[in-house]
């Protein structure tokens, strides 16, 4: 059963249609990756599931729950996590007081210290100094903390080094299976397709493909094919 719902959203920027009629589900404990070439629209549709900008229409739930009338933060306490891009971190808390801040009840650092080691070891350094991978650590692992339903990932792997990545890909995987619905927008897509239950192909604003993450990882013809915008296989 799908924990998050997008049904036919069309999300504009300054008037234009950059996301048209988009439908995607995101079911609890399973990884769903969004692919397609840069422009496609991937990003702007995050943004419109976790509120950043508005939906033009459409119907967006979050565990039977309609939510796409909702500020951002509204959709945030109802379990909806959004990891961006740009890794913003608090640069002079530590990375401990970094953690600490985003915690829900229950929750505790040592979750995420236990997921990334790494991050144990640097403790008490500034999330300014982390990093890259570290800080792509630290803004994954502030999320967790806020016990959310579904996480949605874009892009975490920019500017990363590939074992880096990989990294990061085994762990989005491990907090699938505890149980959390991921949405993982993501630029290796052969890696992203390892760990994928779902996969998705956006093509100029529009849902060009949807099936299993598996069946599209052993079809490289039809991958290559949905990336170079053949909608017609």
Same mark, same amino acid.
């Given at each position: ?8 959203? /069309? ?11 988009? +439908? ?6 399973? %990884? ?11 990003? +702007? ?27 951002? /933060? ?13 890794? +913003? ?37 500034? @999330? ?14 502030? =999320? ?47 890696? =992203? ?6 996969? $998705? ?5 529009? %849902?060009? $493909? ?7 990882? @052993? ?15």
């Amino acid at each position: 059963m799908s924990v998050l719902s997008i049904a036919d959203v /069309w999300v504009e920027r300054s008037g234009l249609p950059i996301v048209r009629g988009a +439908t995607v589900a995101v079911a609890s404990g399973a %990884v769903t990756v969004l692919l397609g070439a840069n422009g496609a629209g991937k990003t +702007t549709l995050l943004e419109g599931v976790s509120g950043a900008i508005p939906v033009a229409r459409g119907e967006i739930t979050l565990g039977g729950a309609r939510i796409e009338k909702l500020r951002a /933060w509204r959709r945030a306490r109802a379990g909806l996590a959004h990891v961006e891009q740009n890794r +913003t971190v608090f640069r002079d808390l530590s990375t401990e007081d970094n953690l600490r801040a985003a915690c829900g009840p229950g929750a505790s650092v040592d979750e995420v210290f236990d997921l990334f080691p790494e991050l144990r070891k640097q403790i008490s350094a500034p @999330a300014g100094l982390l990093s890259g991978g570290e800080q792509q650590m630290l803004v994954v692992g502030r =999320a967790l903390l806020g016990r959310p339903k579904v996480l949605l990932v874009d892009e975490m792997s920019l500017g990363l080094a590939p074992i880096v990545v990989e990294r990061l890909v085994r762990a989005v995987r491990l907090l699938a299976d505890s149980g959390v619905g991921v949405l993982l927008v993501e630029q290796f897509a052969t890696l =992203a397709l390892g760990i994928a239950d779902r996969a $998705y192909v956006m093509a100029r604003g529009e %849902v060009v $493909y949807a099936g299993d993450g598996r069946d599209l990882l @052993a079809d490289e013809s039809l991958l290559r094919a949905l990336y170079l915008g053949d909608t017609r296989v």
